[in-house]
């Protein structure tokens, strides 16, 4: 199954998705500290998770100042349910002091990475141990409207499915590719959309398959709901 990432094809998944779900606007765009500890708090843990371990955080510290100083057991506590609190705990620490240490010492601000090239303010993140290129660009697509376009386990997934990616690419290389196929204009809605349809039909396990606007570019359906492999034999190994 060819890989087909071309830009109309890319513009006709991301109408079809729109139509289907609406314009997603669900990040807050406000405080680009608060949205980069809450996308740290979100790796590799459901959105309901985030929220609860978010509202304990901003509600159990007074500012970022409390945050960055607390002890880890305390803070590992007040973020417990995103799991690995411990983890967390010492990455939020490591960013807000690479934060405060950017600026004047005494706030926390990543308005600075506005002010860089795009690929710049990425590698500035990534250098703080325990952000990646996921964490790294949705601060800097949804903050700063940057070119960048965060690929996480849904968009990874029906990227997949969509053949806009190989099987075989992993999640670096899935990013690379994404970032050079989608269209800047499209690539903040696209990766919120593509979110919504994994959380909604397109799941890992068990993908409801009934939007129809969307089967036609699925391999998955083509090959498993509407052809001859099992759920298991998917993706066929000649295709991987
Ligand atoms: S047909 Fe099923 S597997 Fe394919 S995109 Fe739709 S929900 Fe996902």
Known sequence: MEVDNSEQRIRNIHQDLLDVYGEQNWHDNDDGVRQLLITILSQNVADTNTARAAENLFNDFE?????????????????????????????????????????????????????MEDSDAQAWLEEIKGIGPKTASVLLNFHFDADVMPVDTHVERISKRFRLIPFSASNGKAHELLNEAVPHDIKNSFHMLLIEHGKNNCTARNPTCEETKLKKYCTRYELVENGDLSPEQYPPEASK
Do not use: C, H, M
Not at 63 to 79: F, K, T
């Open 63 to 115: 500012n970022y100042r409390e945050i960055e100083e607390a002890s880890v057991e305390d803070l590992a506590d007040s973020i417990n349910p995103a799991g690995l609190p411990e983890t967390k705990a010492e990455r939020i620490q490591r960013t807000l002091k690479a934060l405060r240490e950017e600026g004047d010492q005494s706030e926390y601000s990543v308005e600075f990475l506005g002010e």
